[in-house]
């Protein structure tokens, strides 16, 4: 069984800061990517930053120069500090990586709870 667990969300005012926090535990064979989407009210849940083995480092648009997503491959985690916060950053933000299980021959996509991150004055 493997599990992704997010930390780090919460209420936070307009230009505000926050990091989330992500831990992958469980039968892991291997991680070939770590990263977050989002999900606001009425949305799809959409890309927000994701880390791959071997490119770059991939950012949404609307993200790129406020958010930086680092990961730790030997402890399993990804963080993503989150500056200059905006009411439209405001969604629920789950953590995903991309991975291959003990016992598998092929990588699965796998889902944290989610973590809700609110951007209000």
């Known amino acids: 069984q493997v599990q992704l667990v997010e930390s780090g969300g919460g209420l936070v005012q307009p230009g505000g800061s926050l990091t989330l926090s992500c831990a992958a535990s469980?039968?892991?064979?291997?991680?070939?990517?770590m990263g977050w989407y989002r999900q606001a009210p009425g949305k799809q849940r959409e890309l927000v930053a994701v880390?791959?083995?071997?490119?770059?480092?991939k950012y949404a648009d609307s993200v790129k120069a406020r958010f930086t997503i680092s990961r730790d491959n030997a402890k399993k985690t990804v963080t993503l500090e989150m500056n200059s916060l905006k009411p439209e950053d405001t969604a629920v933000y789950y953590c995903?990586?991309?991975?291959?299980?003990?016992?598998?021959?092929?990588?699965?996509?796998?889902w944290g709870q989610g973590t809700q991150v609110t951007v209000s004055s």
């Open positions: 995903y990586a991309d991975l291959v299980r003990m016992g598998e021959q092929r990588y699965s996509d796998n």
């Open positions: 469980g039968s892991i064979f291997a991680i070939n990517s």
């Open positions: 880390d791959i083995d071997g490119v770059p480092t």
